[in-house]
């Protein structure tokens, strides 16, 4: 990334600290929606930030040192990525080609700080990195200026391993100056400095507190709440900047900051010894541990979406190693590696924009697994008469559903076609997106139940099936019951799917 100057680009602008739950990457346009630049934002963990904030200062020093290295070693993986631009026409069946190019322009800029809370002077230890990058590229084939990473897109998609390189560079730099060990903190996932104290985190965790005492109020649980929900408890519960920190000596804040520290109850100077004496993890998991790990059914890759990107992977291999890497070609070896170790991850067709970099989809070898028996286990129900009701039911469904969804709301002819057939029947339901699933099995619930069967959803990925879910009664007539079961062995995930009186 070169900067920019008055011959290569726009004037540079003022920065300004963006306190965010987690935004990679922000764009500014114009009014006419033109992308102007993009505002990579690369975080710590919060344990990373205290013992930066308790840390004497010689030692301050270094681990900024490798905080800001770190963040600009990503950023060059980000444009290596991704800085590229694209010539000829795109779209209605074309594809544009991608150019090289002389790379990102723009700046970086350091903040420390949180924004105050409740009238504090400053806030809390906050360290974090801003690269504004502007949304142009010159071709280094014609001499051009265009749009960069096909319109910024590619941007969004790397941002996530962006992140993760950074931290995973973090982790190998502190344990390797400073003997550094890292725990995994269950909730978020993120490696935190094992010395440190969970009530230090607290102490600077400020804003945080303050997004979650306000969705509290609103009936949100924090845990529960959306991205979007998180952002405008954010947004709302934040104070003006305060304009006599910005430019606050570093010295300063770190004294405050232990002050404040010492007040709660906090030795800054032991914490940050014991940080530094803790016993040497220098080891990341072999390749069948790290297999296991970035394709756990419940916390994997495919744990909550049945298909991943190439770039994806990338973030979800760094993110399960303690120790790090060495650079981000470590990085991507390691991931191909994972990617084409028997048993996990498999290749599917190609989809979408083809000139992303990383843009090979996969899934996994259970999901596949999963789907080929769930549409045997359909297929194989075909005439067998299960879970039939009556086409008077049917008919009094359809018009009870269509009232409850108010005036406007009528199911078309394909629709009835398929609820009759589904439901006099008793073959099952194929479809796609679009088609109105929802909507139907929603309605098959309805007649269902009012026959006196019992539902339960079901998907071959982890997330609920929430618009079929009921709760089971305790009818003893014909039941419909739909479970599944499933575990990981070390090649494959064993999917025990029973299906009974259907």
């Not at 900067?3 to 004037?11: A, E, Q, T």
């Not at 931290?167 to 993120?190: Q, V």
């Not at 104290?197 to 600077?204: H, N, S, V, Y």
């Amino acid at each position: 990334m070169h900067p920019i100057n008055s011959r290569d680009g726009p004037p540079s602008r003022e920065g300004s600290c963006l306190d965010r739950p987690i935004d990679w990457l922000q764009e500014r346009t114009t009014g006419g929606g033109v992308v102007l630049d993009a505002d990579v934002t690369l975080d710590l963990a919060k344990s990373k930030r205290a013992f930066l904030a308790y840390a004497p200062e010689e030692i301050a020093a270094q681990v900024e040192g490798i905080y800001t290295a770190a963040g600009r070693e990503s950023i060059s993986a980000l444009e290596r990525w991704t800085a590229y631009a694209m010539r000829g026409r795109h779209g209605d069946g074309a594809e544009a080609e991608t150019v090289p190019t002389s790379g990102f322009s723009g700046w970086m800029m350091v903040h420390r700080a949180a924004r105050p809370v409740n009238g504090a002077p400053y806030g809390d230890p906050h360290f974090h990195l801003h690269f504004t990058l502007a949304n142009m590229v010159k071709s280094t084939t014609d001499g051009q200026w265009s749009t960069v990473a096909g319109g910024g897109r590619d941007l969004h998609r790397h941002a996530r391993a962006t992140q993760s390189l950074m931290n995973a560079r973090i982790r190998r730099e502190l344990t390797d100056t400073f003997g550094i060990s890292f725990r995994r903190e269950e909730r978020t996932g993120a490696w935190e400095i094992a010395a440190i104290p969970e009530a230090t985190i607290k102490l600077f965790s400020k804003r945080d507190s303050q997004v979650r005492d306000l969705l509290s109020k609103l009936g949100i649980d924090y845990d529960s709440a959306t991205t979007r929900e998180r952002t405008a408890a954010s947004s709302a519960s934040k104070t003006a900047k305060n304009g006599e920190a910005a430019g606050v000596e570093d010295d300063v804040l770190r004294a405050y900051w232990q002050a404040e520290g010492r007040a709660a109850g906090d030795d800054p100077d032991a914490i940050a010894a014991s940080a530094m004496q803790q016993d040497q993890a220098d080891q990341n998991p072999d390749l069948d541990q790290l297999c296991a790990q970035v394709f756990d059914p419940k916390t994997g890759l495919t744990s909550h979406s049945k298909d991943f990107t190439h770039a994806a992977a990338i973030a979800a291999v760094l993110d399960a190693l303690p120790y790090g890497v060495a650079d981000a070609a470590e990085a991507e070896q390691l991931t191909t590696a994972v990617l084409r170790h028997a048993g996990y991850a498999v290749k599917l067709n190609p989809k979408g924009a083809q000139h992303f970099a990383h843009a090979d989809r996969y899934t996994t070898a259970d999901v596949v697994a999963a789907e080929a028996l769930i549409a045997t286990e359909a297929t194989n129900r075909l005439n067998e008469q299960a879970a039939v009701v009556s086409h008077d039911t049917v008919a009094m469904t359809l018009s009870a559903v269509e009232a409850q969804y108010g005036e406007g709301f009528e199911f078309s002819a394909e629709q009835r076609a398929v609820l009759e057939r589904l439901l006099t029947a008793g073959h099952g339901i194929d479809g796609v997106a679009g088609a109105g699933k929802t909507t139907i099995m929603n309605t098959a619930r309805v007649a269902w139940e009012a026959n006196g069967l019992v539902i339960a959803g079901v998907r071959t990925v982890r997330t609920p099936s929430a618009a079929m879910m009921t709760h089971p009664g305790k009818s003893r007539a014909n039941k419909m019951r739909l479970r599944y079961i499933s575990r990981r062995t070390q090649s494959s995930w064993e999917p025990l799917l029973q299906l009974r009186g259907l």
